[in-house]
C-alpha cells in the first residue's frame, strides 16, 4: 500500500487522479498549490508524488526543485503531469528532478500504471536461504 501525494490545483483532475490510484489501493493525499504541497510532502514522506506543472503562484517545476532539496525526499519518485505538451516539456520536467511525465488528459485506463510504474518494486519475498 503506497501513499501517493497529489499536488494539483484543478479539483476536477485532482479528483480523476485521487480515485483511479485508490482504485489500485493507495493511500490519497491532496494539496491544491506548490508551497502547501512540499509542507504536506515534509511531514507526509509520500512513497510517491503526482504533481500538476501548471500551477498558481509556483509552478510545478520549481517545486520539484524545492523536493530535491529535502534530504528524506531526495529519491521519492515525483510524477510531472501537464497539458503544455510543448517540445522540451519532458527535458524540463526531468530537469527539475521529476522521474516520469504523463501529459493531460489524463487516460483513465493507462493512469495508474503509468504513476505507479515509477514506484521501487517490492522486495522480493525472504527465501530463507540467506
Ligand atoms: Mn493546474
Given amino acids: 500500500m503506497s501513499n501517493v501525494l497529489i499536488i494539483e490545483d484543478n479539483e476536477r483532475n485532482a479528483y480523476l487522479a485521487r480515485f483511479l490510484l485508490e482504485k489500485r489501493g493507495c493511500v490519497v493525499y491532496e494539496a491544491r498549490d506548490g508551497l502547501s504541497g512540499i509542507e504536506v510532502a515534509r511531514e507526509l514522506l509520500p512513497d510517491l508524488v503526482v504533481l500538476d506543472i501548471q500551477l498558481p503562484e509556483m509552478d510545478g517545476y520549481e517545486v520539484a526543485r524545492r523536493l530535491r532539496r529535502i534530504d528524506e525526499l531526495g529519491k521519492t519518485p515525483i ?8 517540445p522540451g516539456d519532458r527535458e ?39
Avoid: W
Fill in 92 to 130: 524540463k520536467a526531468l530537469a527539475a528532478g521529476c522521474n516520469g511525465y504523463v501529459e493531460k488528459p489524463i487516460e483513465p485506463l493507462r493512469f495508474a500504471d503509468q504513476v505507479l510504474g515509477l514506484l521501487a518494486p517490492p522486495d522480493p519475498p525472504h527465501t530463507g536461504r540467506s
Fill in 79 to 86: 510524477v510531472a503531469v501537464t497539458s503544455h505538451a510543448m
